[in-house]
């Protein structure tokens, strides 16, 4: 491809990394300094033989990134998305020359500035006047160039006041303003960008996308990598979708991308609207879920996509084994780009209209009121826990979710007009089914 400033060829990264072996009796002193001096042989061995240093007793070989191909074009703005550990930063250390990948190989034919980690660059020591020279000359500007762009950059990181004062004392908010704003005035071909624009305020996000909005417009290559899903389809004309160090999705059809990041690969053509026999993914006394849908006041399971003329119900079935007063059951709602808009805890009613939850079966309703939903596709999560503090679901383990299709244009609810979104749970009304 002529015009391609991005080529990878079957990317890889492996990391090896060492477990402690434990095995649970008690450990001699003497065995203590047997084993340190073991590890000093090894450590040595390994350092001779040009190997790097790993603590542990047992190695594993994690790769980061496996088989990772694309092109990108002059003048494209790409996000890079997918869930933490994916394989997103590991792959833009790999384009800024920060770390070598293990295998394949990457071209990249026009310069780079990398905006990475929160002050990339930095000496804590220096002054901000003195940083903003230091990561220019590191990012290939010349003192001139600096000095000519010298009130541009301190005027959009709105640091003037501390200009003379060590980095070491700014904010982790401040850090990041100062570099982004060297990084853009760089001018470079290419911009990379990691999730480091989420520690800047809301003022700041804006400012920082608007900003390169303009780099793609003057003709640059943008590469962002992002958990905001909104910022990403407003600023992005192609996503890739990174899962376990492959590329799963790439797409100039971003919010199809998205949609498969966020509600999985069978969204496109999923109509089923419930989730069953999924007990023995989870292990907890208090509630054991079974079946989660949209239905009809009648427990009717609805057919998407739905009309939002009408109510609807969000019916949730489990088992409690342990009673337990403080258990808190309900679901949350979410946009199509993964934003929250609402939860709905039993605890934020009425202590009236939560029923109380004994031993035993149980099918729980709660109402959405017509005409409260926009116009659009949401996924509904089950969530819960003991009092918010004790989760009903494991870490990594993602909870049962439905999805659910809209039709009938916009929500005249007086809730969206009172309240933003997943400010507060609105409040609605839930009944004991059985």
């Given amino acids: 491809m002529s015009d391609a400033v ?3 060829e079957k990317l890889g990264k492996k990391y090896v990394i060492g477990h402690q072996a434990h095995n649970g009796r008690y450990t001699a002193l003497r065995d203590v ?6 590890d000093m042989v090894h450590k040595t061995r390994d350092l001779l033989q040009g190997k790097p240093i790993i603590q542990g007793d047992n190695i594993e070989e994690v790769w980061a990134l496996r088989d990772v191909s694309f092109e990108v074009r002059r003048a494209e703005v790409v996000g890079i ?38 002050g990339t660059g930095f000496h804590p020591e220096l002054t901000g006047r003195e940083n903003i020279y230091l990561n220019g000359a590191i990012l290939g500007m010349t003192r001139i160039e600096v ?55 809301a003022a700041f996000q804006k400012k920082c996308l608007g900003k390169m909005g303009d780099v793609a417009k003057e003709g640059r290559t943008v590469l962002f990598v992002s958990h905001n899903m909104n910022a990403v389809e407003r600023l992005c004309g192609r996503a890739i979708l990174l899962e376990g160090g492959e590329i799963k999705e790439d797409s100039c059809h971003v919010r199809h991308v998205i949609r498969q990041h966020l509600f999985g690969r069978d969204t496109q053509t999923r109509d089923d609207s419930e989730w069953v026999n999924v007990q023995n993914e989870f292990s907890n006394p208090w509630f054991m879920p079974s079946r989660l849908c949209v239905c009809d006041s009648k ?4 057919s998407m996509p739905v009309h939002n003329t009408s109510d609807m119900w969000v019916q949730i079935e489990g088992t409690i084994d342990l009673q337990e007063p403080l258990l808190t059951v309900g679901y949350a709602v979410f946009s199509e780009t993964g934003t929250l808009l609402y939860w709905s ?10 029923p109380q939850l004994t031993k035993g079966h149980h099918v729980l309703r709660g109402r959405v009121p017509a005409r409260f939903l926009n116009e659009g596709s949401y ?40 309240k933003r979104p997943g400010e507060t749970a609105p409040v609605l009304e839930w009944v004991l089914a059985t």
């Fill in 6 to 8: 991005i080529k990878a």
């Fill in 33 to 38: 300094f047997m084993q340190s001096a073991r």
């Fill in 81 to 118: 998305i997918g869930r933490n550990g994916a394989g997103k930063s590991t792959l833009l250390k790999i384009l800024s020359r920060i770390t070598e990948p293990t295998s394949g190989r990457i071209r990249i034919r026009a310069r780079v500035a990398s905006l990475l980690e929160v």
């Fill in 147 to 201: 000095k000519n762009k010298f009130d541009q950059i301190v005027a959009f990181a709105e640091v003037d006041k501390f200009l003379d004062t060590p980095v070491k004392r700014y904010s982790s908010g401040m850090y990041v303003r100062l570099a982004f704003a060297v990084a853009v005035h760089v001018e470079p071909e290419i911009l990379l960008v990691d999730e480091v624009l989420a520690v800047g305020d």
């Fill in 299 to 302: 427990g009717n399971k609805l």
């Fill in 345 to 354: 805890y039993p605890t934020d009613q009425p202590e009236s209209s939560w």
């Fill in 379 to 418: 996924r509904i999560e089950l969530i819960g826990g003991l009092h918010y503090c004790q989760w009903l679901f494991e870490p990594g383990v993602r909870a049962p979710s439905v999805y659910l299709r809209v039709q009938g244009g916009l929500s005249d609810s007086p809730y969206w007009m009172a």
